[in-house]
């Protein structure tokens, strides 16, 4: 659960699922879990590959939902199962303490509306985030899917470097 998020304001539509990909979801079309790449830098769109070759149809539609948790462990999807890939969107998150340097994501894959029943993709934490009062520093935060991977990215709207680190789950 990650209680440092106060905003979470939608900047683009979350990927919107396909009507022409209306896919079943065989088992056999199931990604194995892979290990995580990890590239920490300093640079203002800081990314991270979280998945490798996540469950595509055939037609090229995501068969599940990639997300984030919010409070009481609901699955809050960004990424809707069905959209074509490549996809992306993004989000807005901000501090919700004074001088909050760190804000965590806790990322899954799935389709229940509860994370307990979805796939933990890992916990990532945006850092170097400036010391300013709650809810001023604004960090647009990326999710894009691909036939390849999935990806996670950050960058501070108001200037500054922040950084994207795997710190744990998945």
Do not use: W
């Not at 029943?117 to 400036?130: C, K, M, Q, S, W």
């Amino acid at each position: 659960m990650f209680r440092n998020v106060l905003l979470c304001l939608p900047l683009a539509a979350a990927c919107k699922p396909n009507p022409d990909h209306a896919a079943e979801r065989p088992s056999e079309h199931r990604a194995p879990v892979p290990e995580a790449s990890e590239k920490v830098s300093s640079q203002p769109d800081a990314e991270l590959i979280v998945e490798r070759a996540p469950a595509v149809s055939g037609s090229g539609a995501l068969l599940d939902s990639i997300g984030v948790e919010t409070l009481g462990g609901i699955f809050a999807p960004v990424l809707q199962a069905g959209c074509s890939v490549p996809c992306v969107a993004t989000e807005v998150f901000s501090t919700a303490a004074d001088n909050q340097s760190t804000i965590k994501i806790h990322l899954y894959i799935g389709t229940a509306p509860r994370v307990a029943a979805d796939r933990d993709l890992g916990v990532f934490t945006v850092e170097d985030i400036p010391a300013e009062l709650r809810g001023v520093p604004k960090i647009e935060v990326s999710f894009s899917a691909s036939r390849d991977a999935v990806v996670l990215g950050a960058r501070s709207i108001r200037g500054g470097r922040v950084r994207l680190v795997r710190s744990g789950g998945g």
